[in-house]
Nanobody, 115 residues
Framework: QVQLVESGGGRVQPGGSLRLSCAASGSGFGGKIAGWYRQAPGKERDLVATLTFFGATNYADSVKGRFTISRDNAKNTVNLRMNSLKPEDTAVYYC?????????WGQGTQVTVSS
């Protein structure tokens, strides 16, 4: 089982940037899909971006062109660079490895976009 720890959340003004990081420990990071999801108050957890081991990406329409997902398979990390942040990006962001049905989740990191 993979253990995941997110970092990098915080408060930022609209138009600002943040970089989220997710460090994986234990076995099973290599070869698996990795992704970021977010959950705003009163809403379901939604896809932000995923990245396969071979580099194929998938982004939610709402973040295309603003967010970039990356991974370092040697260091067992997956990152999310977020630019041009909007108030509607405010949510708890969760790292996932191995898919949403049977994969591992981090504890989440809060991102607040507010002036």
């Amino acid at each position: 089982q993979v253990q995941l720890v997110e970092s990098g959340g915080g408060r930022v003004q609209p138009g600002g940037s943040l970089r989220l990081s997710c460090a994986a420990s234990g076995s099973g990071f290599g070869g698996k899909i990795a992704g970021w999801y977010r959950q705003a108050p009163g809403k379901e957890r939604d896809l932000v971006a995923t990245l396969t081991f071979f580099g194929a990406t998938n982004y939610a329409d709402s973040v295309k062109g603003r967010f970039t997902i990356s991974r370092d398979n040697a260091k067992n990390t997956v990152n999310l660079r977020m630019n041009s942040l909007k108030p509607e990006d405010t949510a708890v962001y969760y790292c996932n490895v191995g898919g949403t049905r049977t994969g591992s989740w981090g504890q989440g990191t809060q991102v607040t976009v507010s002036s």
